[in-house]
């Protein structure tokens, strides 16, 4: 068996799962989420626990048992703790606004970058140059930092745009520096 797929998942205090027509929903404090297992995967509830099982040892059914017990796992703990992605934006004059439901950047454009938040995303920015993401759905929240990120990534000399916080971003040695030595 798949040593992740095998492992049973612990149901925490205060959190509904309920299987129903290969569907596995989860709700908790933070909200509710619901995942579609593929029809080779069947869960179960038992004694507190979901168990997910598979229908034969073929190597494709061993990849599906354990990423699908892994995103069961990450819906469980978005429902009850939720997930946060930190970026920082570095550069002269770059600075972020979160407003009701858009991201506003100036980011050396001749014009402010806005971003649409998508629904179920929060954004905060305590600070000009610094972007915190929160969510209950640990995918949505990771896509959503990659298109920000995206907008202007971090580059190798100067070391401006957004990155997250705590990535080094090594830096190149520029073109007249290189010719002196």
Known sequence: MSRIGKKPLKIPQGVKVEVKDGVVSVEGPKGKLAR??????????????????????????????GLFRALINNMLVGVT?????????????????????????????SHPVNFIIPEGIKIETPKPNQIVIRGIDKEKVGEVAA???????????????????????????????????
Do not use: W
């Open 36 to 65: 579609l297992l593929p029809f080779r995967i069947t869960a179960q509830i038992e004694n507190g626990c979901l168990i997910l099982k598979r229908a034969s040892d073929l190597k494709q059914d061993k990849a599906l048992h």
């Open 81 to 109: 703790e939720g997930y946060t992605k930190e970026m920082e934006i570095i550069g002269v004059g770059f600075k972020s606004q979160a407003q009701a439901n858009k991201l506003t950047m100036q980011l050396g454009f």
């Open 147 to 181: 298109e920000i990120r995206a907008v202007y990534p971090p580059e190798p000399y100067k070391g401006k745009g957004i990155r997250f916080a705590g990535e080094y971003v090594k830096k190149k040695v520029g073109k007249a520096q290189a010719a002196t030595k």
